[in-house]
């Protein structure tokens, strides 16, 4: 019964995967996207706990289970942590507009099957051919990286690209060992509220939280 | 010997926990200085060890130390201690709130690194490498003005993107190594020969977490968080980054290379990082000629030395001794000059190069070390870093990379006259001469650290036992006869 849906739950796991990514880039709000990273947030925990009923793996489950309390809800908590009312109004003006931005996920996606299929072969397991996902994710955090102007839409790539290192991850070897998991959550964790801190401290020196402000030290 | 291994990482953590206890005490600022110790003493006797024929493990073989580990963990507390005795705060400054931080982070730091170099899961290797961005963030901001925020924000995004690419990578080596008999992601089996290892995936992993970790060392084209966060920082920290952190990060390259030319051969890297070391001396080269800020060309000096360590790397086991005893001497004498310019910052207000002049007429308490430290750093002999860098030279000559040792030397002369230039513009010359000058012989902080960094730095490379011993030991390591 579950090797027959198996596949599907791979594919629907990583399909919203790529879903909440690609929506990601579409919504300028940041209330928004830090539901989207959430949801994805979710969908990743989904994903490694299907691998590891597949594998029958209790380690892999405790894992997924970590990656929920940390992704799911952790990291969203900590983002959205000052009052909502305040974050509702903050719209990112990016540097590409919306239908230049999709039209760049849909290319990374197709770059991301060409260079996967190429240079490491995409196997003939669900979870190999959905390996692509993972690296669409990666370049798409990039992607928000380089055209988001605000710190904390900025802060929001960085754990898409992190999410997406950790899709690659579990498709292609199905987990690394819980305490290495254990000490990557608390690594981005801890990043993520330094970057959270510094934002903080941006809005009060420079009154805003554009990036395009730091910009004195230069050569 | 194996309780050794726990004590660079337990010693500066305790330490860091009692700066944060040890409420309005003047002691609290010898936190940094006594895990900086603590440090040394271990890697001095894990070095002990390791040269008896012994490699201590621990923790169900989590932590190990090989002649490369202990030799670094060596070089992490040396250049620790040169860096928090030289840049010792006063007794006063030391009461405050954001002083029992500073110290509690700066003995997290050394513990980060010091479990970099001894982990032997290059995914705890990575995990601490992170660690080390995660403990300098609020280090590199400390001074909380608009340019130290600056500063600290591109660094931790950076950095953290760059390692993230590290651990990608890392993901990619621990899949190929699900095809085998035993899933793994200890140093130690996957730098076996005959493991099976899947060369698809090795490439990919290797590539992209050399391409991580070279972040972190601050090599172009991905060096540009660290003028920034290098000039930015205080000086102790600066230090530390830019002498001990970067070369934590070559030593992760390293190990990562060694896995990978098991798989599919040295060539594949050895073309990655000729070209990475060749474009960070170009930049150091063309923004030496006009720096005007004199820790930044501190900074942009580093990138110049990661760059030809990182040929050194590229050439392989011929090379490595030199590039190993190049760690050490560029770390000393870069923490030294660190310390030094702190002083100079703090006593002219000014980190401007064209507003601090005629120094050796004005105080050659700072001058005469800053210029002796100088000629090291530029290579000049007795210091270490001159036997070093010929001795990467001569490797790629006789292994036929005549053409990338070439340039690299070419590039070498440029940054060696703009070098020469800039500190002629702070120290000679006679102070403008309608101000009397009194000469300042005052130090302006201990001096002992300085004299013991630059002695060290000019009679190690004449040192063959057990130096020497100790560097062929740590290079025999990473060629897979251990």
Redesign the interface.
Known sequence: MFENIYPQLIGLCTGSLLLTSALMVWRHSLLASIRLLALQGIALAALVAVIGIAEGEVEVIVVSLLILSVKGIGLPWVLSHQSKAAIKHVQESPRLNPTAALLAVTLLTILSYVVVSR???LGNTSTGHAAPIGLAM?LIG?LL?ISRRR?RS?LIG?LL??NG?AT??FL???G??IL?EF??SL?VL??VL??HV?TR??ST??GGTA?DQ????H? | MSVVLWIPLVGPVALAGLSLLLRTSSLRRFVGVAASSAVLVSGLLLVGAVLNGAVPASGDGLLRADALSAYMISVVGAVGLISTWGGLSSAASSRTKDAASYEALIALFLAAMSLAVLADSIGLMWAAVEATTIATAFLVGHHRTRRSLEAAWKYVILGSVGVAIALLGIGFIYAASVGTDTPTLSWLLLSQANLGLDPALITAGGALAVLGFATKAGLAPMHSWLPDAHSQAPAPVSGLMSGVLLSVALYAILRIQSITNLVIGPEFLRAMLSIAGLLSLLVAASLLIRQRDYKRMLAYSSIEHMGLMAIGVAIGPAALPAVLLYILGHGLIKATLFVISGRILKIEGTPVISDVRALLVRRPGLAIPWLIAMAAIVGFPPFSIFFSEVGIIMAGWSVGLGGVVGTALVLLLVIFAAFTRLTVQMTIGAPPTEVAVTPDYSTHGPILPIILALATTATIAFVAEPVGTLLRAATAVLGGTH
């Open positions: 240079v490491v072969g990666v990039f990286l710190a900025q960085f690209l992190d290192i690659v991850t292609t070897s199905g690394v060992p290495l000490a990557f690594d801890l990043v330094i970057l510094f401290r941006m020196k420079f990036v730091l910009r004195e030290l050569d």
